[in-house]
Nanobody, 116 residues
Framework: QVQLVESGGGLVQAGGSLRLSCAASGSILSIATMGWYRQAPGKQRELVATITQSGVTNYAESVKGRFTISRDNAKNTVYLQMNSLKPDDTAVYYC??????????WGQGTQVTVSS
């Protein structure tokens, strides 16, 4: 079992920045990839960014150059630095820990609201 606790969401004006954090506990050695997903009202959940144990990152095209995912293995924490935020970035952001193709865990979600 893996538990994920997110923090750092909030309300920000367009062009501003926020940093999300996700602390993992439990069977953390089994985690292969951690990442962030988001879900806006009326839309499907979509990938934002992922990072492997070795630090290989992957980003959605819509956030490339604005968002940065990082991982502190000593603290079992993954971060999402979000800069140049746009109203379209408004969503609930979920932390994800993937153990295998058939096993993954989700955090409770944190709301990010970007005002225009």
């Amino acid at each position: 079992q893996v538990q994920l606790v997110e923090s750092g969401g909030g309300l920000v004006q367009a062009g501003g920045s926020l940093r999300l954090s996700c602390a993992a506990s439990g069977s953390i050695l089994s985690i292969a990839t951690m990442g962030w997903y988001r879900q806006a009202p009326g839309k499907q959940r979509e990938l934002v960014a992922t990072i492997t144990q070795s630090g290989v990152t992957n980003y959605a095209e819509s956030v490339k150059g604005r968002f940065t995912i990082s991982r502190d293995n000593a603290k079992n924490t993954v971060y999402l630095q979000m800069n140049s935020l746009k109203p379209d970035d408004t969503a609930v952001y979920y932390c994800n820990a993937k153990i295998s193709a058939v096993s993954q865990y989700w955090g409770q979600g944190t709301q990010v609201t970007v005002s225009s």
